[in-house]
């Protein structure tokens, strides 16, 4: 008697055994959970700026990195050394974006109010006002790049048309193509310098516009998702990223062929957008997640999310210390993205779209319900484990 109870003892220690380890696996599983390492990098560090930080721009001639205050109308300009405000200069109405001349080292912002702004790097002080042609009560600009190979800079204006500017005299040109035509509500630009051509996001009519650097004029439309809000160009795989907000995806585009070859799951609203060649790496501002998704060039697929602040709005890439910006517009801050610092743990969503896998950045949460899952399943057995011995 005494054997065969100690027997059924056993018995039933097993059979709880093995229903807590099939009940820690599918909590587990549950919740996605890996205990890999990411290495897309981690926040080091949180700046204050003004009301609104929406986009910024990094002068690779002195270091540092300008955030465009929208709610402000100041731009903020940020040591990329001890990552602190070193001015704060007062600007147009409504900044919202910023793009800088390599030519004369100056930095271009673009305002709401239909005007951009020139900020000398060396001064840190407004040097020049111009003022965009008047397109009606809804004219503004939105968005500016910046091209080397003809010193132009094109402005967006959410009139339906892109400004061309010269970085040399700081006017409009004295071209016949000193407004082109594009989409509806273009709201980003980009330069692409493997080909030249100037790419625009029509958030309103769900293209991109393709401009001739050469020409000035529209090469191009290729057609997108929902609400598209930002545009990069990433040099090593000479593919164009856009960002598309109603979709909350990324499509990459072949800047040969113009045409979508990639569709990225990211978290919701994306927004801004910018490429690390260094590290194969893009970079994206998750607005309506208050996450930046981080994609592998190579497969274009997410290797990860890494939670800043509320509303990440714009980003930018600082070549001089490999570090990502990101503007968060609700919290009227920027973080300060370390792409070789560690990060925390990630998890694998078992959930797909075509050809897509994706990798998260927990927030935190699956990584500690991990660890809690397995130490309550240790309290449990050990538990069982007394409670059958003093039977």
Same mark, same amino acid.
């Given at each position: 008697?005494?054997?065969?109870?100690?027997?059924?003892?056993?018995?039933?220690?097993?059979?709880?055994?093995?229903?807590?380890?099939?009940? &820690?696996?599918?909590?587990?599983?549950?919740?996605? /959970?890996?205990?890999?390492?990411?290495?897309?990098?981690? /926040?080091?560090? &949180?700046?204050? =700026?003004?009301?609104?930080?929406? +986009?910024?721009?990094?002068?690779?001639?002195?270091?540092?990195?300008?955030?465009?205050?929208?709610?402000?109308? %100041? !731009?903020?300009?940020?040591?990329?050394?001890?990552?602190?405000?070193?001015?704060?200069?007062?600007?147009?109405? +409504?900044?919202?974006?910023?793009?800088?001349?390599?030519?004369?080292?100056?930095?271009?912002?673009?305002?709401? +109010?239909?005007?951009?702004?020139?900020?000398?790097?060396?001064?840190?002080?407004?040097?020049?006002? /111009?003022?965009?042609?008047?397109? +009606?009560?809804?004219?503004?600009?939105?968005?500016?790049?910046?091209?080397?190979?003809?010193?132009?800079?094109?402005? %967006?204006?959410?009139?339906?048309?892109?400004?061309?500017?010269?970085?040399?005299?700081?006017?409009?040109?004295? %071209?016949?193509? #000193?407004?082109?035509? =594009?989409?509806?509500?273009?709201?980003?630009?980009?330069?692409?310098?493997?080909?030249?051509?100037?790419?625009?996001?029509?958030?309103?009519?769900?293209?991109?516009?393709?401009?001739?650097?050469?020409? @000035? $004029?529209?090469?191009? $439309?290729?057609?997108?998702?929902?609400?598209?809000?930002? =545009?990069?160009?990433?040099?090593?795989?000479?593919?164009?990223?856009?960002?598309?907000?109603?979709?909350? #995806?990324?499509?990459?585009?072949?800047? $040969?062929?113009?045409?979508?070859?990639?569709?990225?799951?990211?978290?919701?609203?994306?927004?801004?957008?910018?490429?690390?060649? *260094?590290?194969?790496?893009?970079? =994206?501002?998750?607005?309506?997640?208050?996450?930046?998704?981080?994609?592998?060039?190579?497969?274009? %697929?997410?290797?990860?999310?890494?939670?800043?602040?509320?509303?990440?709005?714009?980003?930018?890439?600082?070549? *001089? @210390?490999?570090?990502?910006?990101?503007?968060?517009?609700?919290?009227?801050?920027?973080?300060?993205?370390?792409?070789?610092?560690?990060?925390?743990?990630?998890? #694998?969503?078992? $959930?797909?779209?075509?050809?897509?896998?994706?990798?998260?950045?927990?927030?935190?949460?699956?990584?500690?319900?991990?660890?809690?899952?397995?130490?309550? *399943?240790?309290?449990?057995?050990?538990? !069982?484990?007394? *409670?059958?011995?003093?039977?």
């Amino acid at each position: 008697m005494e054997i065969r109870a100690k027997r059924c003892a056993a018995t039933r220690f097993s059979a709880v055994l093995v229903v807590l380890v099939w009940l &820690t696996l599918f909590v587990a599983a549950a919740a996605g /959970v890996s205990t890999a390492q990411s290495t897309v990098g981690s /926040v080091v560090k &949180t700046v204050l =700026v003004g009301n609104g930080p929406s +986009g910024a721009a990094f002068d690779a001639a002195n270091g540092e990195v300008y955030v465009a205050d929208f709610g402000s109308n %100041t !731009v903020s300009v940020i040591n990329d050394t001890t990552n602190t405000v070193v001015a704060t200069v007062s600007v147009g109405v +409504g900044p919202e974006s910023v793009a800088y001349d390599s030519g004369n080292g100056d930095i271009y912002v673009a305002c709401s +109010g239909n005007v951009v702004s020139v900020i000398s790097g060396a001064t840190n002080s407004v040097v020049a006002t /111009v003022k965009g042609p008047y397109l +009606g009560e809804v004219g503004g600009f939105s968005a500016i790049a910046y091209d080397p190979q003809n010193g132009a800079l094109y402005a %967006t204006n959410i009139a339906g048309v892109v400004v061309v500017f010269s970085g040399r005299t700081n006017s409009v040109t004295n %071209t016949t193509n #000193t407004t082109i035509s =594009v989409g509806a509500g273009p709201d980003a630009v980009a330069y692409d310098s493997g080909n030249g051509d100037i790419y625009v996001a029509n958030e309103g009519s769900f293209t991109v516009s393709v401009i001739s650097g050469s020409t @000035n $004029t529209v090469v191009s $439309t290729i057609l997108v998702g929902s609400a598209p809000s930002g =545009v990069a160009y990433n040099p090593k795989n000479k593919e164009v990223y856009v960002t598309n907000q109603g979709s909350s #995806t990324v499509l990459a585009v072949n800047d $040969t062929t113009n045409t979508v070859v990639d569709a990225i799951p990211v978290k919701s609203n994306p927004w801004g957008i910018v490429a690390d060649a *260094a590290n194969g790496e893009v970079y =994206v501002a998750d607005f309506g997640s208050n996450t930046v998704s981080v994609i592998n060039d190579t497969t274009n %697929t997410v290797d990860g999310y890494i939670p800043v602040g509320m509303s990440p709005q714009g980003v930018t890439y600082d070549s *001089a @210390n490999g570090d990502v910006y990101v503007t968060n517009y609700g919290s009227n801050s920027v973080s300060v993205i370390s792409t070789s610092a560690p990060s925390v743990s990630v998890t #694998t969503s078992s $959930t797909t779209q075509p050809s897509q896998t994706s990798t998260q950045i927990s927030h935190g949460v699956s990584g500690y319900l991990y660890i809690i899952v397995i130490v309550v *399943a240790a309290v449990i057995v050990i538990t !069982v484990v007394l *409670a059958l011995r003093r039977r």
